[in-house]
Nanobody, 123 residues
Framework: QVQLVESGGGLVQAGESLRLSCAVS????????MGWFRQAPGKERELVVA????????YTADTLRGRFTISRDNAKDMIELQMNSLKPEDTAVYYC????????????????WGQGTQVTVSS
């Protein structure tokens, strides 16, 4: 059974930075595409960033490009999301997800999900 555990969420002021981590166990982590999604109150879950199996290809949502960066460490079975210059509209529950595909940005392709971690950005 593949399990994903997020950490690092919290409350920050606008303009500050935050780093989220996701530890993966129970699967072949180094073969998975990985992603971070977020869901704000009253809105659907959306893709934030994604990274392929090797870490050599990544994607960032248009509105977040330049502020959010994904990375992975296959030796540690871990991915991170670096969030800079946070804005109140970034407030959401952030979810780590894994896909058995080696690369995908499609939500339906993600097979395993973490419990989510709350990020709140105050103005």
């Amino acid at each position: 059974q593949v399990q994903l555990v997020e950490s690092g969420g919290g409350l920050v002021q606008a303009g500050e930075s935050l780093r989220l981590s996701c530890a993966v166990s129970g699967g072949t982590f180094s073969s998975y595409a990985m992603g971070w999604f977020r869901q704000a109150p009253g809105k659907e879950r959306e893709l934030v960033v994604a990274i392929n199996w090797s870490g050599r290809r990544s994607y960032t949502a248009d509105t977040l490009r330049g502020r959010f960066t994904i990375s992975r460490d296959n030796a540690k079975d871990m991915i991170e999301l670096q969030m800079n210059s946070l804005k109140p509209e970034d407030t959401a529950v952030y979810y780590c997800a894994a896909s058995r595909a080696t690369w995908t940005i499609m939500r339906a392709d993600y097979d395993y999900w973490g419990q989510g971690t709350q990020v709140t950005v105050s103005s």
